[in-house]
């Protein structure tokens, strides 16, 4: 009997305790599921939010997006009616350059037998003044790439005197390509339509010059010749070897070039190897004769290409691999220019290395080829220093 009453007494006790253990669980999953549903609401109200905030945002971006079109559309005419008015411009230009070339270059001493002339006519204490080149290099002033035209290295020039274009495509080669301007260059799709000129000789590298009506270039032969070609009637004028006690090329960026014609305000130039360095030769563009040599300064090494104004020369350097070209180096004839003078002048980064710079004097542009594209570089010119200087007093 009392085991029958202890035994009714526990199974009290447990049911009691597993429904109060059942009741506390119960509890919890309710308080899980009341701060799920707390967090969904936050969730739903933070969504709406964003939601709100992203459909503005497009509204916005569709606005400017408009807006943005409107402006391109506008701006798109408006460079269509300035290319137009441009193109009218340069026509005109091309042909007022075709019926007016510009005048010739003179020698020095021409311009003092003329001056001398002209003074004896008048009073002779009447005081004149003597026109020399007495202009540096200062800049660059503005940059041009017209196309891309042949193969990677060759060189392009204008005669200073005349409109017309000359195309020498690669560094070896007996045809070259006469254009009338640099507008029928610039349209061609190709040299088909060109004028083709061939010369009795293949020529060498990129160092040709066109002067007063003919082109000066070395050949690729046995000995290092200057031939003078007449462009206008197609027959050699002259020839000359050139004096030169080694072969190598006178640029170490353009071993195919041994010798760089070059012409400026003075008339014709020859730049060439001695040793480390680049030497000069003053040149008679008439007889092909030598008539001063000078030695430069300026090493071979690293060099790509040369040109001259005003009888000082400016050599451009770069590395391998191409980098920015620059002007590291510059060489007066007449020891006027100082070091101070010197420009330090970089070009834009494009495409490789120069494989010519040809200079024309009479735009002051320089005619440049790098990696086959033809480029126009727009020179900003100052007096030297020893011509703004004042009169020493007597």
């Keep these: 009997m009392k085991t029958s009453i202890v035994f009714i007494l526990l199974t009290i006790f447990a049911h009691s305790r597993g429904q109060y253990h059942y009741q506390g669980l ?6 899980r599921m009341l701060a799920m549903e707390e967090r969904i609401a936050v969730w739903h109200e933070q969504n709406n939010r964003h939601s709100s905030d992203l459909k503005e945002f497009r509204q916005q971006a569709a606005d400017l997006l408009e807006k943005l079109y409107k402006e391109h559309g506008k701006l798109s005419s408006d460079m269509e009616h300035a290319g137009a008015r441009v193109d009218r411009v340069e026509r005109e230009m091309d042909y ?3 019926k007016n070339p510009p005048r010739p270059c003179v020698k020095a001493t021409d311009k003092m037998v003329e001056q001398d002339a002209v003074v004896k006519e008048k009073n002779k204490d009447e005081f004149f003044e003597l026109s020399v080149c007495v202009n540096i290099v200062s800049s660059l002033k503005a940059m041009k790439i ?3 035209l042949g193969s990677p290295k060759g060189s ?3 005669d200073a005197r005349s409109a017309k274009v000359y195309v020498f495509n690669s560094t070896s080669d007996s045809t070259l390509y006469e254009f009338s301007s640099v507008r029928e260059l610039s349209a061609s799709a190709d040299v088909s339509k060109a004028r083709q000129i061939t010369v009795p000789s293949a020529w060498n590298g990129t160092g040709h010059a066109v002067y007063d009506g003919f082109l000066y270039y070395t050949s690729d032969s046995s000995e290092l010749r200057v031939i003078k070609f007449d ?3 197609g027959s050699v004028a002259d020839s000359a070897v050139l004096p030169m006690e080694e072969r190598g090329p006178v640029y170490q960026l353009n071993p195919e070039t041994q010798v760089d014609l070059v012409a400026d305000e003075d008339g014709l130039w020859a730049l060439y190897p001695s040793g480390d360095n680049i030497n000069l030769a003053k040149m008679d563009s008439s007889t092909l004769d030598i008539e001063q040599m000078w030695d430069t300064t300026c090493p071979r090494t690293n060099a790509e290409a040369a040109f001259i104004v005003c009888g000082t020369v400016y050599v451009v350097y770069n ?7 620059r002007i590291q180096c510059v060489f007066d004839v007449n020891d006027m220019v100082t070091s101070g003078e010197a420009p330090l002048i970089y070009f834009p980064r494009r495409f490789g290395a120069h494989s010519s710079l ?3 004097p009479e735009e002051r542009q320089l005619y440049a080829w790098d990696d086959g594209y033809q480029i126009l570089y727009k020179l900003a010119l100052k007096k030297k220093l020893w011509a703004v200087l004042p009169p020493p007093e007597e």
């Design 358 to 360: 040809k200079y024309n």
């Design 96 to 98: 007022i350059e075709t």
């Design 26 to 31: 119960m509890n919890y999953l309710e308080n």
């Design 319 to 325: 590395t391998k691999p191409p980098s920015r070209s």
């Design 231 to 233: 462009l206008t009637n």
């Design 146 to 148: 017209l196309k891309r």
């Design 156 to 158: 392009w020039t204008k």
